[in-house]
């Protein structure tokens, strides 16, 4: 029987309404458990990508991971990024959070 209380979630801080091309862009990513428990989040690795392209990763430590997207990682136009996390157990824990952004030049 899976423990439904130990399946990750985030809350991703920081998302921009709008980019700019050639500007960083910095998130905070909390990863708890689904009673919004940070304590007992595994250490892992938060990713933002756009498709299957990775544009900046970070470890979790204490249940919190900054990541910095770079400049050069934005397109002029829409932008549907995916931040994920992987507990990096065998038995992998992920959570996923998406969003749109218009970046401009």
Known sequence: I???????TLSVQGWP???RVGTSTRLVVTVSDSRGRVADT???VVT??????????ARVQGGVA?????????R??????????????K???IAQSHRTI???R
Do not use: E, H
């Open 66 to 74: 900054r990541v910095t997207i770079p400049g050069r990682a934005w």
């Open 42 to 44: 595994p250490r892992g």
């Open 2 to 8: 899976m423990d439904l209380s130990r399946i990750p």
């Open 102 to 104: 218009t970046a401009r």
């Open 91 to 93: 038995i992998s824990k």
């Open 48 to 57: 933002v990508q756009r498709g299957s392209t990775v544009l900046a990763r």
């Open 76 to 89: 002029a136009g829409t932008n549907r990024l995916t931040v994920k996390y992987s507990s990096g157990q």
């Open 17 to 19: 309404r709008r980019a």
